[in-house]
Every structure is written in structure tokens, then in C-alpha cells.
């Protein structure tokens, strides 16, 4: 766990999982929302919906661990996602 790059932890499965917002993983975020730039994003991360949070918190997985998961049947405690979400934007930005 890197604070200075942004990192942040996340529990899935019962495992400590590493998170942390980058170009690619804004990028994704963006693309997935179909939002278009920053104002967009911002505004549509007000109002996530579940299937959201999820695209969210795989997209910041690959961006702090690099690799792809499929988060559809993870337990994830859905106020602790939301809170690591707010917490990599909070660091990177």
C-alpha cells in the first residue's frame, strides 16, 4: 500500500485489496458511465447506481493491482466501497 501514489485499501472476499485512481482506471470510469469529461463524472458519481459501483471499484482495482476481476459475486460491503471510491479520487485529486 503506496499513500503517496494514492492507494487505498478495500476489502473483497475477506482479502485486503488495493485500489488507486490512474489515467487508465478515469479513463475506464469515464468510458463505462459514458459520461464525457470531468464536470460529466462528477456528476454522475453523485448519483451511483450498484452495477456503477462495481464498474468503479474494477476499474480502480486494475488501476492499484493491474490486474482484472470480476467483481459481480465479491462481497463487498457497499458503504466501505463507496468510502475507498470517494477516498482515490480525494488522494489523486
Known sequence: MNP????VPLM??????????TLGALAEIE???GCDGFAALGMQLKQLTAA????VVQALLK?????SA???GARIDPADAARA?????EAAL
Do not use: H, K, N, Q
Request: hydrophobic fraction near 40%; glycine fraction near 18%; proline fraction near 0%.
Open 52 to 55: 456503477d459501483l462495481v464498474l
Open 31 to 33: 468510458a463505462g458511465l
Open 4 to 7: 503517496a501514489r494514492g492507494e
Open 85 to 89: 471510491v470517494a477516498d482515490c479520487f
Open 12 to 21: 473483497i472476499d475477506g482479502d485486503r485489496r488495493t485500489l488507486c485512481l
Open 70 to 72: 470480476d467483481l459481480s
Open 63 to 67: 488501476g492499484g493491482e493491474g490486474v
